[in-house]
């Protein structure tokens, strides 16, 4: 995956946190918003749908049951890209709800218009940062899994700070699960799937359910993005980790 970018982020690498205190000493983001078109399908959809199956960012915590009308598990996807595989799961698995988290615009219109297509009940969006979204709206032993397919690797080794997969993060998402909840994840840059696996080992409250990397879960669709890399020869790791279950 290219690493573009764009340097001038890390001026600005502290956010507000409206009051709230953050579990991170100096909060870092994981994304940069990078610059990108809208098609007019999307901005259509963002526009007319946004009200409808995106949830505002607020400091309270979520009833799930007051969104879903329902009391199935709740999984939730953080950085769903453009939504593709996302609205194939949610699709595949009705008695199972989800929540995307996603910042980049684009891809948010683009799900949305899924969501309209395949008439989906069992999907919502927040479209903010994921972290403020664990911190603040998600409550503790409360989701059923964690989908992180293909976030940005961050290669270079002064953005490593940046990654989604490492110490103290791993462990807030360890404490969002409920027991024998699943955190799953997919890339395709070995380095990044290496130090993902170190880093979930030494999380607390989880276990590996594989003895190294996973196989590939059959039932997680592969997009566009991942068979491109696939043709071009490039690997795909994937991990697979289980919230022990409480004694």
């Known amino acids: 995956m290219p690493d573009n970018v764009n340097e001038k982020m890390d001026m600005n690498e502290d956010y507000p946190a409206d009051g709230e205190k953050s579990i991170f000493k100096r909060p870092i983001k994981t994304f940069v918003i990078r610059a990108g078109r809208m098609t007019g399908s999307e901005r259509r959809c963002y526009d007319e749908l946004h009200h409808v ?15 879903f009308s329902n009391t199935n598990p709740v999984i939730m996807e953080i950085g769903f890209g453009m939504g ?19 910042v980049h615009v684009p891809g948010v219109g683009k799900l949305l218009g899924e969501i309209k297509n395949k008439n989906l ?12 979204i664990l911190e603040t709206m998600i409550p503790d032993n409360s989701l059923a899994g964690f989908h992180i397919f293909f976030p940005d690797p961050w290669p270079k080794k002064k953005h490593h700070k940046r990654r989604m997969l490492q110490r103290p993060r791993t462990d807030l998402l360890a404490r969002k699960l409920a027991p024998g909840g699943y955190l799953y994840f997919a890339t395709d ?4 799937a290496e130090s993902a696996l170190e880093e979930l080992k030494l999380t607390e409250g989880i276990h590996n359910k594989y ?16 068979q491109k890399g696939i043709d071009a020869g490039r690997d795909i790791y994937e991990l697979y980790f289980i919230k022990d279950e409480e004694e």
């Open 84 to 102: 593709t595989a996302t609205a194939m799961i949610a699709e595949n698995n009705p008695d199972t709800n989800y929540l995307g988290s996603e």
């Open 121 to 132: 009940k069992n999907l919502y969006i927040i479209d903010h940062d994921a972290l403020e």
């Open 211 to 226: 003895d190294g990397f996973a196989p590939h879960q059959e039932w997680r669709p592969r997009t566009k993005f991942e």
């Open 53 to 67: 199956w995106c949830i505002p960012f607020e400091h309270k915590t979520l009833n799930y049951t007051e969104i």
């Open 189 to 192: 840059w070995q380095e990044y």
